[in-house]
């Protein structure tokens, strides 16, 4: 009997165990291993920052679902992995020592870099959590007037909520913004194209902001952010009342000196999600060094990929299961101006736009659907 160790319990790791557990669970013993005994369903924040959700709608009993999979839970926070010895140090409630594995998932999702931005803990806010969405949205509540920023900082891979967020605050201060009390501004540190991995959706996309009467500023690598005021690189400042912005993403440092990673802390593998220059183990979703947008369903279809190469391992044979590196993703504008996107980061020839109500629609059904099956 192989032990097959998941280390985090985010999107990657939710959907490796259920499908190791569907295809192997019977022979093998499957561990994951988290800090939060919840998952967060992290699509579903900025629909909980506008009141459209309940935080018990986006988050699910992971430990509980894990036990309905036959999966083992073990609260805890992998300290430090040790690879020739094939084991994990751990701390936490569950477990405080060591842990053996035959395979080994990382699954360990992005670190916010908050301190990469001097001023960001004090002067901005994110909606990267329940608790940090549900601040924002009361920030929001209070706003009567001004200016609010949205954007993404340098190295911060997340333009949906970004983008879905300016939306949002169109939808809510719609009057406002056409007698001109509230201003609505999105900033991204390149271009859209660069937010979105190489895919060229300017023209829909600013389009679409226009029409909603938002501005958007390209080319401004925030520096600092000091009381009311973003500061870049080239020199823009740029006031504000309020702010809101995605930090910027790492990797976890505690395994640079494992030779796995790349400068951010990434994890290096090859299309097959297994990790360069260490046996037996996978990584998949945000802790992996592939370009472009960080995506929840790359998450997914990494682990899918993950857990196939592992069973094929586990049956003595060589990994087959291929990742491909794509963008398919929808921007909820609330209302007409939704996109749908497929894009191939690795194949620029494959590019896909859609747009209309239905989209935002889509989303909503399919991000319900994900949160019930996997309750
Ligand atoms: C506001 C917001 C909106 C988004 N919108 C979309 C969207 O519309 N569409 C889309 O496709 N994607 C979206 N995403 C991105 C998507 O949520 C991520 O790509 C996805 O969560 C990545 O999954 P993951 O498993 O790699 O990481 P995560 O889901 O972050 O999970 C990481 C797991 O690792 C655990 N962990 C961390 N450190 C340790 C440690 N030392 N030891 C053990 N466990 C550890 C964490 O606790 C967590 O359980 C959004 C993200 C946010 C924040």
Known sequence: MANILILGGGFGGLVAAEHLAASVGSDHQITLVAPNRKFTFYPGLVQLAFGRVDPEDITIDLEAKLRDLGVRYIQGEMIHIHPVRRRVEIAGEDLNGEIGYD???????????????PGFFENAQHLLGVKAAMKFGKLVDDFHEGRIIVGLCPDARLPVPVCETAFALARRFEDEMKDGTVRVSVVFPESLEAAFGGASLHKELEAAFERNRIDVHYDIPIREISFNQIRSDQGHEIDCDLLMLVPPFRGNASLRDLGITDESDFVKV??????????????????????????????????????????????????????????????????????????????????????????????????????????
């Open 103 to 117: 395979y080994l998932v990382l699954a360990l999702g992005r670190r916010l870099a908050t301190e990469k931005v």
């Open 270 to 375: 090859n299309g097959f999600m297994r990790v360069h220059e260490m046996d037996r183990t996978y990584a998949v979703g945000d802790i992996v060094a592939f370009s472009g947008p960080k995506l929840a369903h790359m998450a997914v279809r990494q682990a899918e990929v993950a857990a196939a190469n592992i069973v094929s391992e586990l049956n003595g044979k060589a990994p087959e299961s291929e990742y491909y590196h794509e963008i398919a993703t929808i921007i909820d504008a609330v209302g007409p101006d939704s996109i749908y996107l497929h894009y191939g980061i690795w194949d620029e020839s494959l590019y896909r736009l859609k747009k209309g109500r239905f989209w935002g629609w889509a989303k909503d059904a399919h991000d319900a659907m994900w949160r019930t099956r996997h309750r």
